[in-house]
């Protein structure tokens, strides 16, 4: 059990400075169950704790994991450089509760991509000892042949890798898409694939992680969720066996 004073409750959830927090406390716009509270100094048990703020009822969160299904021309970092951050699609307190991407999508990818303010969640999904699948679905600017699916199962070499690296599931999509599933999660791995495998990549989309799908969580681009306990669960399952494209 956390036992917090309110002006700590609201800076942890990112609502501003504590100076701030005290402000907004002060001028009544901040209640618990029903009631308005203008002491900051009061302190709430934070378990299942629930307060309206801006009209609005917050759940505390001591970390937040959120899915994000990124649209193209937005880059994965707290400090973008030519296009707009992932973080300007959400609300604003979570930049101040330091919230930033798990992994990278590059700009023009689109799809699946978790966000939190939890380092060791962070670390897990992020380390290729975790073994966590990705799954990605490339429309491919030649036809999917079976060849290219057998190339990329067994291993292709890319000029700045010590040895071949191998798709962990492939297969067609239709004519001119393909899933492919990977674990190392190396720079641009999918597209540079495609192209040592002889064929190019016009467009991609990772579709899940583990076994939390797009599709399961039914964002539609630009769209974010709150992930809860049995989302997470899904993160370590193996993906779906079956083309996950659809939808």
């Known amino acids: 059990m956390t036992t917090l004073t ?73 400090k973008p450089s030519h296009h707009p951050g992932v973080l300007s699609i959400l609300p604003e307190q979570f930049t101040w509760r330091e919230v930033q ?29 975790s073994h966590i699948p990705k799954v990605y679905v490339a429309t491919t600017a030649e ?6 699916v057998a190339q990329l199962l067994a291993g292709v070499q890319l000029h700045d890798e010590p040895a071949p690296l191998a798709a962990v599931h492939c297969q067609m999509v239709d004519a001119q898409r393909i899933e492919i ?10 597209k540079r694939m495609l192209a040592a495998a002889g064929n190019h990549c016009i467009s991609l989309q990772r579709v899940a992680v583990g076994g939390l799908t797009l599709a399961g969580l039914g964002l539609e681009e630009g769209e974010w969720c709150y992930l ?8 370590v399952a193996a ?4 083309p996950l494209a659809a939808g």
């Open 6 to 78: 309110l002006d700590r409750i609201l800076q942890s959830q990112g609502f501003g400075t504590r100076k701030w927090c005290r402000q907004l406390i002060a001028e009544g716009e901040v209640s618990i169950a029903g009631t308005v509270i203008t002491d900051y100094r009061q302190a709430f048990n934070t378990d299942a704790l629930v307060f309206r703020l801006f009209e609005e009822d917050w759940d505390y969160r001591e970390h937040v994991f959120l899915a994000l299904h990124k649209p193209p021309n937005f880059e994965c970092s707290r």
């Open 101 to 129: 991407p798990v992994g990278r999508l590059d700009h023009d990818t689109t799809g699946l991509l978790l966000m939190s303010d939890h380092g060791p969640f962070i670390h897990t999904q992020s380390s290729p000892k």
């Open 143 to 148: 036809p999917v042949t079976p060849e290219l």
């Open 181 to 190: 599933v990977l674990e190392q999660g190396k720079y641009h791995q999918v």
């Open 228 to 235: 809860d306990a049995d989302d997470l669960a899904l993160l």
């Open 239 to 242: 993906p779906l066996s079956a």
